[in-house]
């Protein structure tokens, strides 16, 4: 399998490798000292479990995915895959996410990102073939995801930026990357203090950041399909690229 892409790294996925890694060393340092804490951290994911924490490490993970399927996939995919696994992390909050859990849990939430904003996406099969596991122990992890995060799966613009300068300042702060964005990665609007928080201009967002739809009132977004609008959902797009 050759990589599908020799540009420099992403910011987004320079983000989302540093927040996992951070939120592994986290973890696995407060459960390490007792076993049986550590046991139940793992059951309350246990459909994500490895049977021993992997030889290659959760940022050279997150690194294999953006090389080889990261061409095919919106770069914002890598902030909304942070977004639906933090929210799986909160659906249990005694048993944090560790090393044994995290490959499995950031590979099936960057398929169902890849699914909800890429018109033309990588099928199971691919996603599987670079994760590292079987097609049909993706397709379960998929659904465990679903019914995990009970179907929520919306991540509406305001969520979104909140995710991606929360984990572009927490980034810079840490000093591995130094780019800084000035303006709002979704609406173009807004401003960078020098602190890296970020102020929106007040104008309202009436279109989609990542694809095409409409705003309601509420702030939440529906796509627009032939002039139809419809919610997004994970219904296949009507092509996919199928590289296996």
């Known amino acids: 399998m050759e990589p599908l ?8 996925v320079a983000m989302l490798r540093h927040a996992v890694e951070r939120l592994v060393a986290r973890n696995d340092r407060v459960w390490s000292s007792d076993d049986g804490a550590l046991a139940g951290e793992e059951k309350g994911m246990a459909a994500f479990r490895g049977v021993r924490v992997p030889r290659m490490g959760v940022g050279e993970y997150v690194e294999r995915i953006g ?10 995919c ?3 895959a942070f977004v639906l696994l933090d929210r799986a992390a909160h659906r249990r909050p005694a048993h ?3 090393s044994r859990t995290i490959h499995r849990l950031l590979l099936t939430s960057l398929l169902l990102a ?4 890429d018109d033309a996406h990588h099928n199971n099969a691919f996603f599987a073939r670079v994760g590292g596991v079987s097609n049909a122990e993706l397709n379960w992890l998929e659904l465990e995801l679903l019914f995990l995060l009970d179907f929520e799966l919306t991540v509406t613009p305001r969520v979104y930026e909140s995710y991606y ?3 572009h300042k927490e980034m810079l702060a840490s000093g591995t990357y130094k780019q800084r964005i000035t303006r709002s990665p979704t609406t173009g609007n807004g401003t960078i203090d020098e602190d890296g928080n970020f102020e929106t201009n007040k104008q309202k967002i009436t279109r989609s950041p990542m ?3 409409v705003i309601d009132e509420d702030g939440d977004f529906e796509s627009v399909a032939d002039g139809r609008p419809r919610r997004w959902s994970l219904s296949p797009p009507r092509r996919s690229i199928d590289c296996c």
């Open 67 to 76: 090389r080889y399927a990261g061409a095919a996939m919106s770069p914002s």
């Open 114 to 117: 890849s699914k909800l904003l």
């Open 96 to 98: 944090p996410v560790g």
């Open 5 to 12: 892409s020799s540009s420099s790294e992403a910011v987004e």
């Open 211 to 213: 694809t095409n739809g």
């Open 78 to 80: 890598f902030v909304v």
């Open 165 to 167: 300068f929360h984990l």
